[in-house]
C-alpha cells in the first residue's frame, strides 16, 4: 500500500488537503486488486463494504490464499457464487458471463412496465428531451429511484449508457 500511495503523491494524482467542515468528503467502498504470486498465478481480489470475491484458475493456490484469510479474518466461505451486487454470474464450459436479467425484471415491475412491449433502441430517434414543457411527473423520487437503478444496469448494458446518462440529465 506505502508503494502504490507513494506512486500517487509522485504522479501528482492527489494532493492532501487538511479537512474542513464545508467539504464534501465522499468515500470509496470499492476495492480491486490483483494479486500475483510467484509462479505467475493470478489471484483477483473483489471487495465491497464486508463482502469478497475471490478468484483465479489455479484451485490450490485460491485455497491456499483463502485459508490464509481465514487465519486473518472471521470468513464465510459461500463457495462458488451465482450473485453479486445484483449481478448474476452464469458459468458454463466456455467461460463466466455476467447478467442482471432479474435486477431488470424487478426494475419492470416496480414500474409496473413488466409486460410492455420491447424496442430496438431506448431512446426516442430524432426528438430532442427538454427541461420545460410537458407536465412535471408526479413521482419525482420514483424517477430519480429508477434512473439510478438503470445506471446501474449499464453495468452489463453499456448499449443502454447513453439513453440512461440522457435522462440522468434532468434529475
Known amino acids: 500500500?506505502?508503494?502504490?500511495?507513494?506512486?500517487?503523491?509522485?504522479?501528482?494524482?492527489?494532493?492532501?488537503?487538511?479537512?474542513?467542515?464545508?467539504?464534501?468528503?465522499?468515500?470509496?467502498?470499492w476495492v480491486f486488486r490483483?494479486?500475483?504470486?510467484?509462479?505467475?498465478?493470478?489471484?483477483?481480489v473483489l471487495i465491497y463494504v464486508n463482502d469478497m470475491i475471490v478468484t483465479g484458475i489455479n484451485q490450490v493456490c485460491l485455497q491456499v490464499f483463502i485459508?490464509?484469510?481465514?487465519e486473518l479474518f472471521a470468513l464465510k466461505d459461500l463457495g462458488s457464487f451465482h450473485l453479486f451486487l445484483?449481478?448474476?454470474?452464469?458459468?458454463d464450459a466456455t467461460g463466466m458471463y455476467l447478467t442482471q436479467?432479474?435486477?431488470?425484471?424487478?426494475?419492470?415491475?416496480?414500474?409496473?412496465?413488466?409486460?410492455?412491449?420491447p424496442c430496438p433502441t431506448p431512446a426516442a430517434v430524432g426528438k430532442p428531451l427538454a427541461a420545460l414543457?410537458?407536465?412535471?411527473?408526479?413521482?419525482?423520487?420514483?424517477?430519480?429511484s429508477v434512473i439510478g437503478s438503470l445506471q446501474y444496469v449499464t453495468h452489463t448494458r453499456p448499449d443502454l449508457a447513453f439513453a440512461?446518462?440522457?435522462l440522468n440529465q434532468f434529475l
Open 1 to 29: 500500500m506505502a508503494e502504490e500511495l507513494s506512486v500517487v503523491k509522485k504522479n501528482r494524482t492527489w494532493s492532501l488537503v487538511p479537512y474542513s467542515n464545508s467539504m464534501n468528503v465522499v468515500g470509496n467502498k
Open 101 to 117: 436479467s432479474k435486477y431488470i425484471e424487478d426494475l419492470l415491475e416496480k414500474t409496473v412496465m413488466l409486460n410492455t412491449k
Open 86 to 91: 445484483g449481478i448474476e454470474i452464469v458459468r
Open 164 to 166: 440512461i446518462n440522457k
Open 34 to 44: 490483483v494479486k500475483h504470486n510467484i509462479d505467475g498465478q493470478v489471484i483477483f
Open 67 to 70: 485459508d490464509k484469510l481465514h
Open 133 to 144: 414543457g410537458g407536465e412535471p411527473m408526479k413521482n419525482q423520487r420514483l424517477y430519480k
